[in-house]
């Protein structure tokens, strides 16, 4: 364990150097590199930028252009299609999940304050994407005021020094403090018996711990089979966007620039300036069988082959992801069955079912260092399981197929108003009970008003 941490002292004293600032390598540079630590985390800082929407940083550049020349250049266009796909892709923390935590009552108690005390719902919608997106993401358990609290750290913020003999076991993970220009001034290095701080490539603070492990718990795309890192979604899906980009701002230049009529002045008379706009004309003086006149010439410009190879671009992009198109979809067609939408749809779930696997070990694993957290900071012992229950994804159903879906839960038992009513509206409840008691008003005021019931009675 002492070579693991003197070796990430090491590497982050290297990254953390003034000299160790690198310039943001270009497309073709980035995705020609060979496997090393830098080369990831370029090419997860370049998804995360993507992402971000600072896409016109990575905007390919045309034959011959100079980066002056592109800086000037007009009319740059981008589409977030990262986002989109990204959000689209991540399903699992979409609604709220349901946890139920077993096994020692005290730590249990204890656990499930520190989920409530920090965001966990949204903090795990991130992560989910950032796992989608980068392949690997992290929560670090800290303890702060008193209570253990979550920080999500994204896989360009992060160096792991795995187990040689356990590869998805962290011998020492090396954590960098957010900047926006690309270098490192702050690192921290843990392992499970020590910790480091190293700015400017000097050992600021060095000092040990109890925890037992490091205190980061890794998320991952898929289930990991060579080494600690796995590939995500945004190395193909950043580079096709960047370059669909390119395509949108040559669009947008071929029709600012030749997509309108040019006027054509055959021999104006050369005496007079040529003034051109609304109750203006122009004089002619010529003789004999002299042209003369005022043509207007529209250029050849591709622009319908340019939007047709736009939207066959945007159609395989979304085929290489796995993304059905009735999933972007904001309305179904009228023809459109939920049978045809499920089997459209087939790719988005399996995908679901094998992420549910390795998010449920992670959450086991996020319980257990928070336990260790708590262990060294308060002295609680005992263990806890936990169970996740993940909301079945929605798909898009025509109103009447809802209704009747909703229906025959109702009839089967397997559903009450209420949960119908928080399902609909969230956020007009505290909760499930707040949603109950609000049912129960409505439908005594009805009864009072003489209306009938109209559903099944249910156990209140």
């Known amino acids: 364990m002492s070579d693991a941490y003197t070796h990430a002292l090491s590497v982050a004293i290297d990254h953390t150097s003034p000299a160790a600032f690198k310039r943001v390598p270009p497309l073709g540079e980035l995705y020609a590199a060979p496997e090393s630590d830098d ?5 997860a800082r370049f998804c995360h930028d993507m992402y971000e929407g600072n896409q016109l940083r990575h905007m390919p550049r ?7 020349e592109f800086s000037r250049r007009p009319h740059k266009c981008f589409l977030n299609i990262t986002r989109v796909v990204i959000d689209v892709l991540s399903q699992l923390y979409r609604r709220p999940v349901s946890r139920r935590l077993m096994g020692d009552d005290a730590a249990a108690k204890v656990i499930a304050r520190a989920f409530a005390n920090n965001p966990t719902a949204q903090l795990m919608l991130s992560v989910d994407r950032m796992a989608r997106l980068q392949g690997v993401c992290a929560l670090r358990v800290s303890y702060q005021d008193g209570q253990a609290r979550f920080w999500p750290w994204p896989a360009h913020r992060l160096i792991v020094l795995p187990d040689p003999a356990l590869p998805l076991t962290p011998q020492a993970v090396i954590a960098f403090a957010a900047s926006e220009n690309g270098q490192t001034p702050l690192a921290h290095v843990w392992t499970p018996q020590k910790v480091a701080t190293v700015a400017q490539g000097r050992v600021i603070s060095e000092a040990e711990h109890g925890l037992g492990r490091v205190p980061f718990v890794f998320f991952h795309d898929r289930l990991p089979t ?3 890192w796995v590939e995500g979604r945004g190395r193909s899906l950043c580079h096709a966007n960047a370059e669909f980009n390119a395509k949108l701002s040559e669009l947008a230049y071929t029709i600012a620039m030749q997509g309108f009529g040019v006027m054509e002045i055959v021999n ?3 005496t007079r300036n040529i003034e051109i706009g609304p109750g203006r004309a122009i004089a002619f003086n010529v003789s004999g069988n002299t042209p003369y006149g005022v043509d207007f010439k529209s250029p050849h410009a591709p622009i319908a082959e340019l939007i047709t190879d736009l939207e066959f671009y945007l159609r395989t992009l979304l085929k290489t992801q796995r993304v059905p198109e009735s999933v972007l979809s904001v309305n179904v067609g009228q023809n459109a069955s939920g049978v045809s939408i499920v089997a459209a749809q087939s790719p988005v779930l399996e995908d679901r079912v094998e992420r549910m696997a390795l998010f449920r070990q992670a959450e086991q694993d996020l319980v257990n260092c928070t336990l260790a957290v708590l262990h060294e900071h308060e002295g609680m012992r005992g263990d806890v399981q936990v169970a996740l ?8 159903q025509s109103l009447t197929e809802r209704m009747a879906v909703d229906a025959w839960k109702l009839q089967q038992g397997l559903i009450t108003p ?3 009513m928080l399902r609909d509206d969230p956020d007009a409840f505290t ?3 707040d949603a109950k008691r609000h049912w129960l008003a409505k439908r005594a005021e009805m009864r009072e008003a003489g209306f009938p019931p109209a559903i099944p009675s249910q156990t209140a």
């Open 418 to 420: 209420w949960e119908i």
């Open 431 to 433: 909760d499930i009970e």
């Open 62 to 68: 045309l034959s011959g252009e100079s980066s002056l």
């Open 39 to 43: 080369a990831r985390l370029a090419l």
């Open 389 to 396: 229950d993940f909301p079945e994804p929605q798909l898009e």
């Open 226 to 228: 060579d080494g600690f």
């Open 268 to 270: 104006p008379d050369p």
